[in-house]
Nanobody, 123 residues
Framework: QVQLVESGGGLVQPGGSLRLSCAASGSIFSINAMGWFRQGRGDERYFVAGIRWSDGSTDYADSVKGRFTISRDNAKNTVYLQMNSLKPEDTAVYYC????????????????WGKGTLVTVSS
């Protein structure tokens, strides 16, 4: 089993920045990819960004390309999501997820989930 704990959410003004963290523990050797997803009120959970453990390759949803950056710290077993130029439409609960097969695009495919952290972008 893998445990994921997100942190770093909060209230930020439009145009501001936040950095989310996701600390992994447990059977982390089984992880091959990790991703960030977000879910607005009454909405589905959508892919935001993902990173593969094997080579560090990354991918992003079109809506966040150029503004968000996913990265990892292997020594700390932590994945980060740096969010810049935030917009009101980025408001959502952000979830960290891990996958054993190496995929990260579809929420239904992810094996482990954190409890989420709320990001609110508002003036």
């Amino acid at each position: 089993q893998v445990q994921l704990v997100e942190s770093g959410g909060g209230l930020v003004q439009p145009g501001g920045s936040l950095r989310l963290s996701c600390a992994a523990s447990g059977s982390i050797f089984s992880i091959n990819a990790m991703g960030w997803f977000r879910q607005g009120r009454g909405d589905e959970r959508y892919f935001v960004a993902g990173i593969r453990w094997s080579d560090g390759s990354t991918d992003y949803a079109d809506s966040v390309k150029g503004r968000f950056t996913i990265s990892r710290d292997n020594a700390k077993n932590t994945v980060y999501l740096q969010m810049n130029s935030l917009k009101p439409e980025d408001t959502a609960v952000y979830y960290c997820a891990a996958d054993e097969s190496g995929s990260y695009y579809l929420a239904i495919d992810m094996d482990y989930w954190g409890k989420g952290t709320l990001v609110t972008v508002s003036s």
